[in-house]
């Protein structure tokens, strides 16, 4: 009986997810880019970052990358610096990693959040990552501002990184895979249950690394590539996916009851989240590491994984979680 109510709550969390994710696509096809503003600039002005912080005349092109908790911290940003005076064009929601750090580098945008981890493995090259979330951090933020003359502020005080989950309830053998280390065994004794759905990011950046970790193989054909956000869902139901690419701040871990694979061996680097920006940039307004450590100390993991639940569960949008945000922390009125 636990096991049947248990699966009718996970197909009701399936059946919400799907909505949500209709929801959010339909309203974004609405919005012309940068055309969405929920808070007036009386608003704006009523808080600390209005007292606090002085960029009137400044004039800043904001970016981020496409999944939601990119949109949301590239609205809190954008909304900040308009609270301390800042003209601001939004260009939140590039396409793809390389996308928008190359639109940072060629000054079409002026700033968006990165990941330390990201920064370390894709920017740097570095195959190996540093042990421990703060030197990691600190080894990113020192070499890329040397090599590439980017510099990373805050930084927040939550990392986000890639995972593997499976369905929390899963039966038999794939009940027992709790790290990736398992993976190997399993694989050997039920090939064709070796299924893996993922962003294309993710698949290219990680499949091939991730069999070089723990000696595992997913087969093309049983390798899934799909919007990041159907990840979720389709391990979930487990169609047509065993196994699938995940955030860890991400809220539809918890309410489609999946489980994150312990990465035993220490695969994914960590990815504490800062503002990057170009070092002429900062030079120019250097109240901008003030502004970006404020918002970061506020930015935990328990703070970012509310403000997901409620554009990918609750069908907000991320302009209104970021407003949710700088309210809750006195930012704005």
Not at 121 to 128: N, V
Not at 243 to 266: N, Q
Request: hydrophobic letters at 40%.
């Amino acid at each position: 009986m636990k096991r049947r109510v248990r699966n009718a709550h996970r197909r009701l969390a399936i059946h919400l997810a799907l909505a949500a994710l209709t929801a959010l696509t339909v309203g974004a096809c609405s919005i012309a880019p940068g055309g969405t503003d929920s808070i007036g600039q009386e608003e704006l002005n009523g808080g600390s970052i209005a007292e606090e912080f002085d960029l009137s005349g400044a004039r800043f092109t904001v970016g981020s990358k496409e999944f939601t908790e990119q949109k949301i911290l590239g609205q809190i940003t954008l909304y900040a610096l308009r609270a301390a005076g800042a003209e601001v064009s939004d260009q939140t929601g590039l396409n793809g990693t390389g996308i928008v750090r190359g639109a940072l580098e060629s000054g079409e945008i002026d700033m968006y959040w990165e990941y330390s981890g990201t920064g370390w493995t894709q920017f740097l090259q570095h195959d190996r990552p540093v042990d421990g979330v703060l030197p990691q951090f600190r080894a990113t933020a020192g070499e890329d501002e040397e090599r590439n003359g980017i510099t990373w502020l805050g930084p927040a005080r939550f990392g986000n990184q890639y995972a593997v989950a499976r369905a929390a309830d899963s039966a038999g053998d794939l009940g027992e895979v709790d790290q990736l280390s398992d993976l190997e065994r399993f694989g050997t004794e039920h090939p064709d249950e070796m299924t893996l759905c993922g962003a294309a990011e993710f698949l290219d950046r990680e499949l091939s690394a991730i069999r070089e970790s723990y000696d595992v193989d997913f087969p093309p054909s049983q390798v899934y590539q799909n919007a990041f956000a159907l990840n979720f869902v389709n391990v979930a139901k487990a169609s047509p996916c065993n196994f699938a690419e995940v955030f860890t701040t991400d809220a539809r871990l918890e309410s489609l009851d999946l489980t994150v694979l312990e990465d035993d061996r220490g695969h994914f680097t960590t990815e504490l989240a800062a503002l990057t920006m170009r070092e002429d940039t900062l030079a120019e307004h250097p109240a901008l590491a003030d502004l970006a450590v404020r918002i970061g100390d506020e930015l935990t993991e328990a703070t970012m994984i509310e403000l997901n639940g409620m554009v990918d569960l609750d069908g907000r949008t991320p302009e209104e979680a970021a407003a949710h945000f700088l309210r809750s922390h006195g930012f704005i009125g």
